[in-house]
């Protein structure tokens, strides 16, 4: 039965594979074919059935009226994911810690109510909060600035800090605390020298979480900005026009993911290094 | 001395009702009880984690209810094993001496020697994770004595042990808790045998309640209720319906024989408690066998009497048939009255 | 029900191990028999579990045979076993009432309604649930939680054997008392094979017609509660069953006889010792302790522990040695002061590098 069993096994995960690889060696052939290789049929192997050029990378780094900026939106993405990432995770781990320690009792709202109230931000359909969003954002002057998606995006990134480090924090025992103070620690002290040092684990799922929500967002980014502060996914659209450039296109979103990749990777490494296994059971 | 006055809380699992008792420095108290009958909910209370609803709680004549967890000289011993997982084993027990304002120096050495002392020199930059569930309790007793605390609190901290690793660092107990012995020390357990071995004075709780305290022998000597009776014996005190009429222990219509040394006033039903060795084999009481065991060097053997069921203790190997029929004698100079409602009324003549 | 043969059953977690180190559980050959208790006793990593797990079907042994009645079911699933398994924790649906949590195993197995609700009602009077038999059983405490699990394993009537994971380990002990008790009661009425998995001696040695005690990975003495204790093996099993352990004495080699200068023992007959180091053991709780009379040996009262019914007396020999004595005198016995301590030559063990002669 082994035998059988393993084929089996690694033929599904070959087919799941192909399934999930297909998309970015499709982007990856598209960014070196040229307009002809692009409108003529499928075609998959270079030199065989398309002749490679580097046009499609070479337009994201051209200077002049022929070249697409790719810089400006690269970091103006990069640091609003940042800002609002980190935003969130600092608000969102305080809020998560307060939350799974102490009961809070107004008037007939709880802690259950509470994180509730924190993750309904996310049962919304965006467009909903679009428009409030948007009128907010024009009131206090911060449409199309970098300063006003921080805001929206640690609105919508904190649900999930908190959710997940709410998760997290359940998972560490209270007696741990408990432990710090009676060796004399304050409350805050317990979080900062005992809780924090070990919810590593914890913080990187949120952070990560944070990051990819953030990096990936189009909707708000598109509504909320208009010419001064792009951000890539916006522009990666923009560059959508009569004529679509499919091979900058290509090239331009495979870069727009690399900064995830790597992360995972590093992330992944951490982790089969074993110091995110849990120091609890 | 610490002194609980009248204090009751309000705690959803287990509220406690109207507690009081006054601890001495320089004394090991062991709180006697099942789960869930209050002992934590005590040790919390004493410790600040749980709050107050009534009654006043004072050290050395200071009230101790608006003072911090992290000033109130305490350290306490979980039943779980709990330590700092991202500290070294070292950098754990020096951490509540650091927090107290010692040298970096100084706090490494005084760690040294109680790791030392617990016997695990040499496991100092070992990870909490990395040992055994005996060595992490071991780290948490080092971390609790180190700080010299005016009370050392330890929950139920041999519970999650195997039976053997309980056996020895009971042993070693006395031993390290010389380190505090100028403090209180509160050692809650389930077993009978061990509140009974290591404290100076025992606390039996049942139900949020304190049923009992003083030194272990005499409670067990002398327990005031039933339900004390029950809970510091182990194998059980089998506990029967009888009546005292005519100056007479009836027991299922028989009477018992006279000479027990027992003072039998006023007729009416009582209970009586019966200690596993107060049985033996031999004698003219008639008796069935439910199920005899064999417990290291005792056999326990559960019989069927004709005034109900009794557990008898016998000293060395015993083969017994399920449902024989044996012969076995009380020894009614160890037998314990207690009134219908379940107090003591024991009372035995001097020189009985 | 079953009888369980192990033949030359062991299990390595590495593969192709070579030498005996690799074994997790090494090699061994054990019969157990139909409707008999059993007590599987070790400290933790001694490969118990790894025995239960091979039993239950959950592991596969790297090593030989495992046979019910003559059966070979080593590579048979947990589900054709009929194992009934009760864990550590109680596992039960807590949303379901008693009643439906002991049916839940026979529904599965689309048995008749009727000879449902006529097997539980036989089970719940076995287990004496009738009274809770109706409410839900989150409310009921650890212990009878702890006998429902038990029960749903038993509903079955095709049960081959039940295997019992520490599961008096959550419980009080006046509630283990009472439930050790019942769990014999089951047995005695169903004749199921019992298997227990256990640290605790005591729960082994009154629970278990047959103990198999266990230390890093191999069998170290198998045998009825009174054969370990009076006749242990080696000094692991001298120490592990029994509290306190048994005590070790040192001795030296008098013309031929042993001498034991801490109890003054002499005369024990040397027969065929090879070389090797010599030490003989006494249980605490054959040492007696009478008021000194003079002539043989005393030794110092260091440590007096009351435990209740008993008392644990730390005596310091003549010659330095430490020892303890199980005593059942009721009065006080005072710290510093010499008792006479004696031992029947028949309760003297000698083992010779750590094995009984």
């Not at chain 1, 790719?70 to 998560?96: K, Q, Y």
């Not at chain 2, 409670?219 to 100056?247: R, W, Y």
């Not at chain 3, 030794?299 to 020892?323: D, H, K, P, T, Y």
Request: contains cysteine.
């Amino acid at each position: 039965m082994g035998r059988t069993y393993h084929i089996i096994k690694y033929l599904c995960l070959l087919v799941w594979t192909a399934f999930v690889v297909f998309p970015f060696l499709w982007a990856l052939s598209t960014s070196f074919k040229d307009a002809n290789a692009v409108t003529s049929g499928a075609r998959y192997l270079p030199w065989v059935e398309f002749e490679p050029s580097v046009q499609g990378w070479t337009s994201l780094f051209a200077s002049g009226s022929q070249g697409i900026n790719i810089v400006t939106p690269f970091l103006n993405s990069a640091s609003v994911t940042l800002l609002a990432s980190i935003v969130s995770l600092g608000l969102g781990t305080l809020a998560a810690y307060g939350l799974s320690r102490y009961s809070y009792k107004v008037g007939f709202v709880k802690n259950s109510d509470i994180t509730f109230f924190f993750i309904s931000q996310r049962i919304m359909p965006p467009i909903v909060l679009a428009i409030p969003f948007f009128l907010m954002l024009k009131e206090i002057q911060a449409l199309d600035t970098i300063f006003g998606l921080v805001i929206v995006y640690v609105a919508l990134l904190l649900p999930i800090a908190v959710w997940v480090m709410t998760d997290f924090f359940a998972s560490i025992p209270k007696e741990l605390d408990e432990m710090a103070m009676i060796d004399g620690c304050t409350p805050i002290g317990a979080f900062f020298r005992v809780v924090l040092p070990n919810s590593t684990a914890g913080l990187v799922v949120a952070g990560m979480f944070c990051l990819i929500f953030g990096w990936n967002d189009f909707f708000f980014a598109f509504i909320l900005t208009f010419t001064e502060t792009q951000l890539l996914p916006v522009a990666i659209v923009s560059l959508n026009s009569s004529v679509t450039p499919w091979w900058s296109l290509s090239a331009f979103a495979l870069i727009s993911v690399t900064p995830l990749a790597l992360i995972a990777i590093v992330v992944e490494r951490f982790m089969s290094r074993g110091s995110l296994a849990g120091a609890f059971r | 001395m610490l002194s609980l006055k009248n204090i009751s809380t309000t705690h959803r699992k287990r509220p406690l009702c109207n507690l009081s008792a006054e601890l001495e420095s320089g004394k090991i108290y062991t709180i006697l009880g099942r789960t869930g009958a209050g002992k934590t909910e005590l040790l919390r209370i004493v410790m600040g984690l749980d709050d107050i609803a009534d009654g006043h709680l004072e050290l050395d004549g200071q009230n101790l209810a608006d003072r911090p967890v992290r000033l109130r000289q305490m350290s306490m011993v979980y039943q779980q094993f709990i330590n700092y997982p991202h500290l070294t084993v070292v950098q754990n027990v020096a951490f509540p001496l650091r927090r107290q304002g010692f040298s970096r120096a100084d706090a490494h050495d005084r760690a040294m020697a109680a790791l030392a002392l617990v016997g695990l020199a040499g496991f100092e930059h070992r990870m909490p994770p990395e040992l055994s569930g005996g060595q992490q309790q071991r780290v948490a007793i080092a971390r609790a004595i180190v700080k010299k605390a005016r009370i050392l609190l330890m929950d139920e901290p041999l519970a999650n042990l195997d039976y053997k690793l309980r056996e020895k660092l009971r042993e070693e107990f006395p031993r390290l808790l010389a380190e505090n012995a100028d403090g209180i020390i509160l050692y809650s357990t389930t077993e009978p045998a061990e509140a009974m071995q290591l404290g100076h004075e025992m606390i039996v709780m049942h139900e949020g309640c304190i049923l009992a305290m003083g030194a272990p022998a005499d409670i067990f000597e002398n327990p005031a209720t039933v339900e004390v009776a029950k809970l510091v014996s182990d194998p059980p005190v089998s506990i029967c319906h009888g009546e005292i009429a005519n100056g007479q222990l009836m027991l299922a219509g028989t009477a018992l024989p006279e000479g027990a040394g027992l003072v039998l006033k006023g007729d009416g039903p009582i209970q009586v408690g019966i200690r596993p060795d107060a049985l033996s084999i031999g004698g003219d009481m008639p008796a069935k066998v439910v199920l005899a065991e064999f417990s290291g060097s005792d056999t326990i053997v559960h019989l069927s009497l004709e005034f109900g069921a009794a557990v008898m203790l016998l000293e060395g190997i015993h083969e017994f048939k399920t449902d024989q029929s044996i012969q076995v004698s009380l020894d009614t100079s160890t037998l314990l009255l207690f009134s219908a409602e379940g107090k003591n009324i024991t009372e035995r003549r001097s020189n009985g | 029900m079953a009888e369980i043969t192990l033949r030359n059953l062991g299990h390595s977690y590495l593969p192709g191990p070579k030498s005996e180190d690799d074994y997790a559980l090494k090699p061994v050959d054990l019969v157990w028999e139909d409707g008999k208790t059993y007590a599987l006793l070790g400290p933790s990593g001694c490969g118990k579990t790894t025995m239960l797990n091979i039993i239950s079907g959950l592991l596969h042994p790297s090593d030989g045979q495992l046979l019910f009645d003559g059966q070979d079911v080593t590579h048979k699933g947990t589900s054709e076993r009929n194992i009934a398994q009760v864990f550590q924790f109680p596992v039960i649906y807590t949303t379901k009432s008693v009643r439906r949590n002991l049916a839940f195993p026979l529904e599965c197995r689309k048995w008749d309604p009727k000879k449902i609700a006529a097997r539980v009602a036989e089970v719940s009077e076995m287990l004496d649930l009738d009274d809770i038999l109706d409410m839900p059983a989150r409310q009921l405490s650890a212990d009878q939680k702890q006998l429902i699990s038990l029960g749903r394993g038993l509903v079955r009537d095709d049960v081959s054997a039940v295997l019992l994971d520490e599961p008096l380990t959550v419980i009080d002990p006046q509630m283990k008392f009472a439930l050790r008790r019942k769990l014999r009661q089951i047995n005695r009425h169903t004749g199921t094979t019992m298997i227990l998995v256990t640290h605790d001696q005591s729960e082994a040695m009154s629970f278990a017609d047959e103990v198999v005690v266990m230390k890093d990975g191999r069998v170290q003495q198998s045998g009825r509660p009174e054969q370990l204790f009076e006749r242990p093996e080696n000094t692991f099993v001298g120490y592990f069953i029994g509290s306190p352990p048994i005590n070790l004495f040192d001795v030296d080699v008098q013309h031929d006889n042993l001498h034991c200068p801490a109890l003054a023992l002499t005369g024990l007959r040397r027969g065929s010792f090879e070389e090797g180091a010599l030490k003989i053991g006494v249980r605490p709780e054959h040492i007696r302790v009478t008021e000194p009379k003079g002539t043989g040996a005393t030794a110092m009262v260091e440590a007096c522990e009351n435990l209740g019914i008993e008392q644990i007396l730390s005596l310091r020999a003549a010659n330095g040695e430490l020892f303890k004595v199980k005593s059942r005198l009721r009065q006080k016995i005072a710290v510093g002061r010499p008792l006479a301590v004696s031992v029947a030559e028949k309760d003297v063990l000698v083992f010779q590098d750590g094995k009984l002669v």
